[in-house]
Every structure is written in C-alpha cells, then in structure tokens.
C-alpha cells in the first residue's frame, strides 16, 4: 500500500488554533496504521516530528534529509517504510533546482525544494523499485516543470529499467500544465487515472477545515505504466476535540448523547493512498 501525505510543518500559530502537531500527531499515525501504510512519501515535517512519527509507528524506519542544509534543517521529504516488508537497497536526496548535488533555489522556485528518493527490494516477492517522494514549489511554474524533468533524470540514473513510484505535494492540480507534462511523458501514469477502483470523495488539500471541499488535487502519486494500481483513495479522515472549557455530562448507559465536538483534520492535506502490484519480473535482472 503506497501513500503521501503532507504532514504540516509544526509552528506556534496551528497551536494556538487547535491544530498543533502534539495534539495532531497521534492521530495521524493511528491513521496510518488503520489504513495500512506500508510505504510512503512525506513533505513539510522537520525533523523532530519525522522522529515523533517514527516513534509512533513501531515497525516503520524513515530516511531524508533536510532541505536547507542537506542534514536535519529545515522540512523534508522523507520516506518511512515497513520493516518486514521492504529492504532498501540504496537513497539518497537531491535537490530541485539546476545544481541538485546540494542545497541550492532552482530556477524561478520561492523556496529550496528536495526530494528523497530509495531503491527498494520489496521482500515477499523479491521485486525492485524506485520511489520517489517531494514537494514542489508553490510559486515557481518553471521550477516545477523542471523538477518533474530532473526526477526523470534521475530515474534513468538510478535504475531506468526498474518500475518507479513518485509522490509528493505538487502544488497543482490535475488542470495544470506541469501535470499533463507529467502524464503525457509515457514515463509516469496517474494513479487516480490508472485505478481500477477510487474512493475520492475531496480534493487533497483541506486548510484544517473539514465541511470545506475542493475538485483540486494537489497531492498526487504517480507510477510507471508497468505497474498496476486496484485501489485509489483521498483518505477525509476526522477526529473530534472538546471544546475550550466544555464539561461533558456524566455517562448515560441507556441514552446516546452526541456531544458537541469538534471536528478536525490530522493535517491541512489529506494523505493519498494507492494500492500498488509489482507486475512480472525486474526488467535489470533478465
């Protein structure tokens, strides 16, 4: 089962507003697991809430770096990973832009962008594959273009008969231009487009605002033609919070009370999942 999902960068102001990581983070991992992430590609978090994460989801290892410094500062891309189910074989990180060796701002991007990439054995069938996850700038249109260029690059670079995955936060929807530059490549297909079956009742981005709704989708997973996707699904889960100074009243074994919560989102995008089957044999192997 593969995923993305934007965790949303910790900061004083989510806090304040009831959306703080402390509070959003649990929630999130039980997410997580009920929905049976086995791999999947991370944008925004720093450091510290990659390691809280880890610690939540006993059986996950993780990878990236930071974006700012190409060690722990600023956000990432990272990957976590099942353990028991994949074996890394190779990762690394490089960065979007026209020297992807090190931290450098591509292009007309706003900010430095990375990306996190691993070759991967997957266990229980011996097969191999590329997965890439990253965020894409937010205002930079040639940056982006770009970017989805490099990763391509860099595909061929790492292991170009092998099947690939990319996700990540993209910044633009399915009407974009940088989007149908990447499904008319031949390289990648959309996973919502190549589904047998989807469950997408939103767009992927929610603002921490659960009755809104949006068509866009934002947040995307990609994989090779090779690859075949059963299921799709934009994940809308809620949980529920007191209200600031709210007494609930004492348990009723013979009434059902709905209490007056509120309901709120483990982060500001919604986590996209694909269930993946690697087809045939690895083409680098025969």
């Known amino acids: 089962?593969?995923?993305?999902?934007?965790?949303?960068?910790?900061?004083?102001?989510?806090?304040?507003?009831?959306?703080?990581w402390t509070q959003r983070s649990p929630w999130l991992a039980r997410l997580v697991y009920a929905h049976g992430f086995e791999i999947f590609g991370t944008q925004e978090g720093f450091k510290r809430q990659l390691d809280?994460?880890?610690?939540?989801?006993?059986?996950?290892?993780?990878?990236?770096?930071?974006?700012?410094?190409?060690?722990?500062?600023?956000?990432?891309?990272?990957?976590?990973?099942?353990?028991?189910?994949?074996?890394?074989?190779?990762?690394g990180d490089f960065w979007l832009s026209e020297t992807p060796d090190?931290?450098?701002?591509?292009?007309?991007?706003?900010?430095?962008?990375?990306?996190?990439?691993?070759?991967?054995?997957?266990?229980?069938?011996?097969?191999?594959?590329?997965?890439?996850?990253?965020?894409?700038?937010?205002v930079g249109k040639k940056a982006r273009m770009e970017s989805t260029r490099l990763v391509m690059e860099k595909m061929k670079e790492f292991g170009d008969k092998l099947p690939a995955i990319l996700v990540g936060d993209f910044n633009v929807d399915q009407n974009s231009d940088e989007y149908r530059d990447i499904v008319?490549?031949?390289?990648?297909?959309?996973?919502?487009q190549s589904a047998r079956f989807r469950y997408a009742p939103n767009g992927t981005f929610n603002d921490f605002k659960p009755a809104g709704f949006t068509t866009s989708r934002i947040d995307h997973i990609f994989v090779?033609?090779?690859?075949?996707?059963?299921?799709?699904?934009?994940?809308?889960?809620?949980?529920?919070?007191?209200?600031?100074?709210?007494?609930?009243?004492?348990?009723?074994?013979?009434s059902i009370r709905i209490l007056p919560y509120v309901a709120r989102t483990p982060s500001d995008h919604y986590p996209v999942r694909a269930e993946v089957l690697l087809m045939g044999k690895n083409r680098d192997k025969e």
């Not at 089962?1 to 703080?20: E, K, P, Q």
Request: aromatic letters at 14%; proline letters at 6%; charged letters at 25%.
């Open 102 to 138: 090190r931290p450098s701002l591509g292009w007309d991007a706003a900010c430095i962008r990375i990306c996190t990439w691993g070759r991967f054995k997957h266990i229980p069938s011996g097969r191999e594959f590329l997965f890439f996850s990253l965020h894409m700038d937010h």
């Open 224 to 254: 090779s033609p090779s690859l075949r996707v059963d299921k799709y699904a934009i994940l809308t889960d809620t949980y529920r919070s007191k209200p600031k100074g709210q007494v609930d009243p004492p348990v009723d074994p013979y």
């Open 184 to 192: 008319s490549s031949g390289v990648f297909n959309d996973a919502y």
């Open 52 to 91: 809280d994460l880890k610690a939540l989801l006993p059986g996950y290892d993780y990878f990236g770096l930071g974006r700012e410094d190409g060690k722990e500062a600023g956000e990432h891309s990272a990957i976590f990973y099942r353990t028991d189910l994949f074996k890394v074989i190779e990762h």
């Open 1 to 20: 089962m593969v995923a993305t999902y934007n965790l949303r960068y910790i900061n004083r102001d989510d806090s304040i507003h009831g959306n703080g």
